[in-house]
């Protein structure tokens, strides 16, 4: 139990474009949505935590217009990357937690390039 | 705000021998802690966790992490490891006034020789 999938889990970009990676939770509902970045050979760093029907959390830092998060569903939320550049180029990897353990389960990971 | 280090960025080691990976963090209160493993080209996974009760916490693929509150530290160990046990290991750490919003250490890359 306590899937959460990724869509896509590569994908290669245009300078400009904007991207959509989705984050579903298979099995069960996640009350809050959490959103990491990973660069290489570092650790994850928390971009935003996103609660069902509410406008998402960002951490210092972290461009809530140029990283816009929606989380439709208590089994779905969304990145969406706009006007991508090289630099935007990382791994991002969503999580879902249910409430009361504090326990988060990480999805497979979404490697965005941009050229 | 709070921080998590750990000691080790690179560990290299031969089957059979005891593994230790540290980990110290930086709150005053009371915190939730975690150790999660990444092995090559698969997604975050949950080893053991401590919330209360029992410093000394047991987990999957027998590891396990003994919590030292006067030193602020949640170090993960295993007495034997496995080449299977090559993986990337991550310390985390909540308070529990944040939530569930994990603060990540720098990871530990494990390489198990056979």
């Not at chain 2, 990976?21 to 090559?40: A, E, H, I, K, R």
Request: glycine fraction near 8%.
């Amino acid at each position: 139990g306590a899937v959460v999938s990724q869509h896509p889990s590569w994908v290669i970009c245009k300078s400009g474009t904007s991207v959509k990676i989705e984050c579903r939770s298979l099995d069960f509902q996640a009350t809050t949505m959490f959103w990491y970045r990973q660069f290489p050979k570092q650790s994850l760093m928390l971009m935003a935590t996103s609660n069902e029907g509410s406008k998402a959390t960002y951490e210092q830092g972290v461009e809530k217009d140029k990283f816009l998060i929606n989380h439709a569903s208590l089994t779905l939320s969304t990145l969406t990357v706009t006007s991508a550049h090289p630099e935007d180029s990382s791994f991002y990897i969503c999580s879902a937690s249910i409430q009361g353990p504090y326990e988060q389960y990480f999805g497979p990971g979404t490697r965005l390039t941009v050229t | 705000a709070q921080s998590v280090s750990q000691h080790n960025h690179h560990v290299i080691l031969s089957e059979a021998a005891s593994l230790e990976l540290g980990c110290n963090y930086s709150y005053g209160g009371t915190v939730n802690l975690f150790w999660y493993v990444q092995y090559p080209g698969q997604h975050l996974q949950l080893l053991l966790k401590y919330f209360s009760g029992d410093p000394l916490v047991k987990g999957i693929k027998g590891f396990e992490a003994e919590f030292i509150k006067s030193k602020f530290s949640f170090n993960l160990r295993k007495p034997s490891v496995q080449w299977s046990d090559t993986a990337e290991y991550f310390c985390a750490v909540t308070p529990k006034a944040a939530g569930n919003k994990l603060t990540f250490g720098g990871g530990t890359r494990v390489l198990v020789k056979p």
